[in-house]
């Protein structure tokens, strides 16, 4: 199976950035993609951005030219990285890391990112 492990949430002004990071472990090979989700109070949880294992990238378009995800590979892990730009009181939710493999997802704990001055 895979696990996920993330990290990297926290509280950031309007206009700041904030990175986080996913990682996988277990049975890596099977991954054919990873993505970040987001759910604000009150609302449904989007998707914000999906990355294949080989790097091909889609955005949400409330986030496109604003976030950017990418993976690496290594030995034992897959990291899955969100870089988030020009952050907007709007981008404040609870952030997931997901992963489908074998035809199954797995879902990360989540992390928060809070965009308030």
């Known amino acids: 199976q895979v696990q996920l492990v993330e990290s990297g949430g926290g509280l950031v002004e309007p206009g700041g950035s904030l990175g986080l990071s996913c990682v996988a472990s277990?049975?890596?090979?099977?991954?054919?993609?990873m993505a970040w989700h987001r759910q604000a109070p009150g609302k449904e949880r989007e998707l914000v951005a999906i990355?294949?294992?080989?790097?091909?990238?889609?955005?949400a378009d409330s986030v496109q030219g604003r976030f950017t995800i990418s993976i690496d590979h290594a030995k034992s892990t897959t990291t899955v990285y969100l870089q988030m730009n020009s952050l907007k009181p709007e981008d404040t939710a609870l952030y997931y890391c997901?992963?489908?493999?074998?035809?199954?997802?797995?879902w990360g704990q989540g992390t928060q990112v809070t965009v308030s001055s």
């Open positions: 997901n992963a489908l493999s074998l035809g199954s997802y797995t």
């Open positions: 277990g049975r890596i090979f099977t991954i054919t993609n």
């Open positions: 990355i294949t294992r080989g790097g091909g990238a889609n955005y």
